[in-house]
């Protein structure tokens, strides 16, 4: 409506700030620091939007505003010893913005430009005081602990190292020469060596550890910000089962950075151990062979991650935005029936052979073909989200089945996920999903949309291949299956620690190309506790910025589980009737007994 202003969130330091105008008119954007945490203020002569650039950092002392004098070409500059972090253009009455910029390549100054030389602005420069001492540290070395037979618990300590026991001749990790595990666990870290070391105690909760086991996939991985603080043989060690913890509430230290990965090792061949180095354990992988990741242990290794220490900022702590899910699960493959190959029909509410169940309609984070024109497709479904141990469970209501498409892209109304899919035809190149929302106030899809790169199974390169030894060579934001060989292309892909699909996008005649349209998931997180909370008041914020499909506004409505007897068509809903909703699964239903009269019809002709 002309004006418009935003508030950094507690504990964050306004550095930035901007406008946007939709109707391409001039604007103004102001910063204002009088009152902490700083909020910016933009104007225009119609709509504008503000956007405030906030940063949270212990480098960060404080963060000062400078104006520069009204003019033609305003100059802003930052005092010594600052660093130049925003700059914007404001004007008053009739004078117009045409923008600003900073000076040059390691300049402290803004200038912000008058449209017209008659006209007059002023630049607005934010400038960073850095601090001299910041209290963010790296763990350097683990030290004290102990060796633990992991047959009996551990001490409440963080685990370094998994090592074989004795040899006995049984499946599992047993049959190359173990068949019990010991664990080498850490109680303290050093930190800011010099001429000597910081020492920091490595405590853990004691109560409300979490067992956690290995899945279909070979993955059994702590919740995000806890650590395994045991490891205990499961059947003679042909499985694992890990015990997580995480640091004590007042524990200024937390996880952080990225995984990383021990060897693969057993008991027989090379090595009868594995080690994080100076990182602690945050799960394990068991693969039947260093390729393949499935549930036998034949094969172990160790996922790790390196440690951070805030020291005299508890805000700061816990890895509080260290959000992710947990407790994936892998879905069957889906495909369909058709003149050219021979296949099956799934979806993720299984009415039908060959289907799983999934009645929390949840939503998937991942997705893995096979075949040769990639027609056969499964999901990977995380159970949880959430961080340092508060998690929600990722539930969804069915609302709308999309429009069957076989090119181009098809995406979820704004605020829904793919809840599942159908094929058709052959190769499965015809497809349809079914949308969901949250079935729980404490997450929400929100944010842009964003695509994975490519996937296919024309050259069978696993995803770890693919990452190793091609993804460096595709940068940038834009990603397209146009111009990339097939070769140069994994059989999976993925929307990240915290994206969920929305859509697909399809290339090739068959479809046999394929990328994940991606979307975030939002939760409202108590930055005192890590609590999540209740997102109701932004998903109303979304609706009245048009940034959330209203289903108020549908012919049809999902109602009681059933979804609405619409189609959509990757813009609105199409068709269906008044008051009428369809079950979930009515449409497959239809579907079998069509397919069976026509392969009857077929073998009449041939006979």
Sequence with gaps: SGTASQTCSRDYLLVG??????????????????????????????????????????????????????????????????????????ATGSNECKGARPAGSGSNQCWAYAKTSSQVVEAHALCITPTSAPGLHTSEFLVAGGLYTTATTASS??????????????????????SSLMVQTRTQTWYNCGTSCNVLDLNVMATGHKDVTVSKDGDARCPAGWMVVNIVCVDSC??????????????????????????WFNGNEGSAMATCGQSLVIGAECASSSLLRDTSCYYVRLVCRRLGIAIGDDAVRHSMFDIGFAEYAWSDYVSSTGFREAATQWQFTESLENGINNPRFGPASSVQCRGSSCDELRF?????????????????????????????TMECPMGHFVAGMRCHESYCNTKELLCATPNSTQWMVAGEQFYSYCFTNKASMSWSNWFRDKAHSFMGRAKTCTGTSPSDMPE????????????????????DRLQLVCRSVWVNIDEATGQLGDVMAELQRLRELQLYEDMSTWISKPKD?????????????????????????????????????FVALVTLIIS
């Design 157 to 178: 300590a963080p685990v370094q190292s998994l090592y074989c026991g004795k040899t006995a001749s049984v499946l599992g990790l047993a049959k190359m020469g173990c």
């Design 17 to 90: 700030c901007s406008c946007y105008s939709s109707g391409n008119d001039p604007c103004s954007a102001k910063p204002d620091t009088s009152v902490s945490p700083g909020t910016c203020r933009v104007s225009s002569s119609g709509k504008v939007t503000a956007q405030a650039i906030c940063l949270r950092s212990q480098a960060v002392a404080s963060v000062s505003h400078q104006t520069g004098p009204a003019s033609d070409v305003s100059k802003a500059s930052c005092p010594a010893n600052t660093e130049l972090a925003g700059c914007s253009c404001s």
């Design 492 to 511: 999976s892909q993925s929307c990240g620690q915290d994206g969920l699909v929305v859509g697909f996008k399809c290339f090739g005649s068959d479809c």
């Design 238 to 263: 042909k499985s694992l089962k890990l015990t997580c913890a995480p640091p004590t509430i007042d524990s200024p230290w937390f996880l952080s950075g990225t995984r990383t990965y021990s060897p």
């Design 561 to 597: 589980g059933k979804v609405s007897s619409s189609r959509w068509n990757g813009e609105k809903p199409e068709g269906g009737t008044e008051g009428m909703t369809q079950d979930v699964n009515a449409a497959i239903r239809l579907a079998k007994p069509v397919a069976v009269c």
């Design 380 to 408: 990977q479904l995380p159970r949880l989200i959430g961080d340092y141990g508060n998690y929600q469970t990722l539930g969804g209501t069915p609302t709308i089945w999309t429009k069957e498409f076989r090119e181009g």
